[in-house]
C-alpha cells in the first residue's frame, strides 16, 4: 500500500470511527494517565550481525575487526592478528535498543529489540543478532537482558535498520517503585488541561470512594495526588483497581480537536470536524483557495475547473467555517505527494489557520 493510499484509509477510518462517538465517549484512567514513576526503560547494547551476504562491514576496520576476534577467541579459536579477518564482510557492528514497559519487567520476559548499523555495512537482509548483552542506559549499569535471533527488516528502503521479534530475553527484573498510602497520577501530554484532570479525579472519587471524602485532587495540568484511605490500605491492589478503571467520559475532558503527523511513514490522522479559517496556499506550483461562502455558478461567471487549484466548499450553512477534511479532498483530486501534504499541513498551523492541535511524531 502506497502512502497515498494509506492516507486516505487513515482518513477514512477516522471517519467512521466520528460517526460513532457518541456510542464511545467512555474510556478508563490507565487508558488516559500512569502512576507517577512508572514509566518506560530503556536497555541499549552493542554486539554483531552475522551471516550476512556480503553487506556487512569491512574486515579491514579495526573497529569491527577487534569485536569479531574476540567473539572467535571466546569460541576457542585463537587469532594471531584481527588483520586475518581482512576480508570479512559477513558481520555487521550494531548498536542493540530495547523498550520496557511502563509495568517494568520479570526474569524470563522477552521483548522486541531494535538493531541499527554503527559502521559501513549497507544492509542487515538476511542476518542474524549474535548474543548480545544489553545493561541500562548509564555506563556503570548491570545486565539486565540477552538479546540474540534473526533481523526483520521493518522497511524495505532502510535496510540498515531492524528489528528482532521477542529478541530480549530477561535476566534480572525491572521493578517500578511500590504505591505508598499516597500517590500522583500523570495525565498523558495528549490529555493535559485543567478541565481534563478535574474530570479524571472527578471519575476516580466516584469510583474509589463514592461514599466517603474526596481522596484525588488536581495538582497541575496533567498531576492527580489520590491518598489512600485507612480503610482500603490493606487492600492496596483492590483500591488501585477502581481508580485505575474508573470510567471517564472523553467528552467533559474539554481537549482540543488534534491533528496528529508522523513524518516517518506520511501517516496523517485528523478528526473530520477541524476547521480551517479562508485561506489561499501556494506550495511548490500548487495553488490551493478557500472560498467563502463558495461561488455559486451563473450563466454570465460559470465555474471553471482548473488543474492547478481547487476550490474548499463551505457545509449548508454560509456561515460554517471550511473543513480541512475539505482540503483532503482537494489534495487528493490533485495528487499531491503526501510530503507536501504535511508541510501545508504544518504551514496552516503555523499562520493560525488551522483550528486544531497539532502533534507531530
Partial sequence: MNLRALFVLVWAVFAVGALSCSEAQATTVKELARLSGQGQSILRGVGL???????GDSGKELVVARPLAKLIDNGGIELGSPLELKNSRSVALVSVTCIISSSGAMADDTFD??????????????????????????????????????????DALT????????????????????????????????????????????????????????????????????????????????????????????????????????????????????????VAITHRGLTITTVTPPPIATQQNPLIARADWASIKMGARPSEAAKLSDLVAAFEQLDVPVEDQIGIIQMLHKSGQLKAKLLID
Fill in 159 to 278: 535496510p540498515t535498520s531492524g528489528r528482532v521479534r521477542s529478541g530480549a530475553r530477561m535476566i534480572r527484573d525491572i521493578l517500578m517503585p511500590e504505591v505508598g498510602d499516597e500517590f500522583e497520577i500523570i495525565v498523558d501530554s495528549a490529555f493535559a488541561g485543567w478541565g481534563a484532570v478535574s474530570q479524571i479525579a472527578t471519575a476516580i472519587n466516584a469510583k474509589a470512594q463514592p461514599q466517603g471524602p474526596e481522596v484525588a485532587f488536581a495538582i497541575t495540568e496533567r498531576v492527580i495526588r489520590v491518598s489512600i484511605p485507612e480503610s482500603e490500605r490493606k487492600d492496596r491492589a483492590g483500591f488501585l483497581s477502581d481508580v485505575l478503571s474508573a470510567d471517564v467520559n472523553v467528552a467533559l475532558l474539554d481537549l482540543p480537536a488534534q491533528v496528529i503527523i508522523n513524518q516517518r511513514t506520511g501517516a496523517i490522522i485528523l478528526p473530520v470536524d477541524v476547521s480551517i479559517s479562508p
Fill in 49 to 55: 550481525v552475522v551471516g550476512l551476504p556480503g553487506t
Fill in 113 to 154: 529489540v531494535t538493531v541499527s548499523v554503527l559502521n559501513s555495512a549497507s544492509s542487515l537482509r538476511g542476518g542474524e543478532l549474535y548474543l548480545t548483552v544489553l545493561r541500562g542506559p548509564f555506563p556503570d549499569s548491570p545486565p539486565y537482558a540477552i538479546a540474540q535471533g534473526q533481523i526483520d527488516l521493518e
